[in-house]
């Protein structure tokens, strides 16, 4: 067996756990119901509109925007295409699995864990190096077709998806802004702590180029 594959598999798992913690802290976020991260308040929003589940919308939407990479001549990855179906699925499979919140303590704590355990997912399948989701490659693309810093449109997009999903009923509360706030910090942390060193002569397994953790950690 060649020496890289042992590192190939831990690269894989990362990601796919990484990937499927990502839509389960989103789905603690969504029972919390003390406001979401910016695109799943947009999602929400869209849920509402149609009747289709969250994580469904999450996928139609993920797969829209990645369409978006093409005229922006951004490389998508495993990494990029295994996070548009899989963040939905393992959201709308923790909706259905968590019972309603009802008291504040209770919504607090899933709020407080939904965050956490979003900066964890964020490190790993960022650390996996497969490729950026689609949304974080959106802003990178942005930013090197436009010139502008990544930090203005991440904010550009950000602001945008949240007025838009706020005004078809999406969820924006203290938990919005504190995931604002925190993700950054709890992101770089987490990517540090899972970045495992590039195996010798590994191969070109597919994942976008660039640095897509610019896209999450630059604010």
């Known amino acids: 067996m060649s020496t890289t594959t042992p590192h190939l598999v831990r690269r894989l798992i990362q990601l796919y756990v990484g990937l499927a913690l990502y839509g389960a802290s989103s789905g603690l976020l969504v029972v ?11 999602h929400q929003g869209l849920a509402e509109l149609t009747g289709m589940s969250i994580g469904v919308v999450s996928i139609f939407i993920g797969a829209a925007v990645l369409l978006l990479w093409i005229p922006l001549r951004q490389r998508p990855g495993l990494g990029t ?11 709308d499979g923790t909706l ?13 704590a899933l709020l407080v864990a939904g965050i956490v355990l979003n900066g964890v997912a964020t490190g790993l399948y960022i650390a996996a190096k497969f490729g950026p989701g689609p949304r974080d ?10 010139g502008r810093s990544i930090r203005l449109m991440r904010t550009l997009v950000e602001v945008a998806v949240v007025a838009t999903g706020f005004a078809f009923g999406g969820t924006v509360g203290v938990g ?3 995931y604002a706030l925190a993700i950054g910090p709890l992101a770089q942390f987490f ?9 010798p002569s590994e191969g070109g397994v597919v994942a976008a180029g660039g640095p897509p953790e610019q896209a999450i950690l630059q604010r």
């Open 96 to 108: 259905a699995l968590m019972p309603d919140a009802h008291a504040l303590a209770a919504r607090i």
């Open 176 to 178: 919005t802004v504190l």
């Open 137 to 146: 490659g959106l802003m990178t693309g942005l930013h090197q077709r436009t």
């Open 191 to 199: 990517l540090r702590l899972f970045t495992a060193a590039p195996a």
């Open 32 to 42: 919390a119901g003390l406001g979401l991260e910016p695109w799943n308040v947009l």
């Open 81 to 91: 295409v295994s996070n548009v179906f899989v963040v939905g699925l393992a959201m």
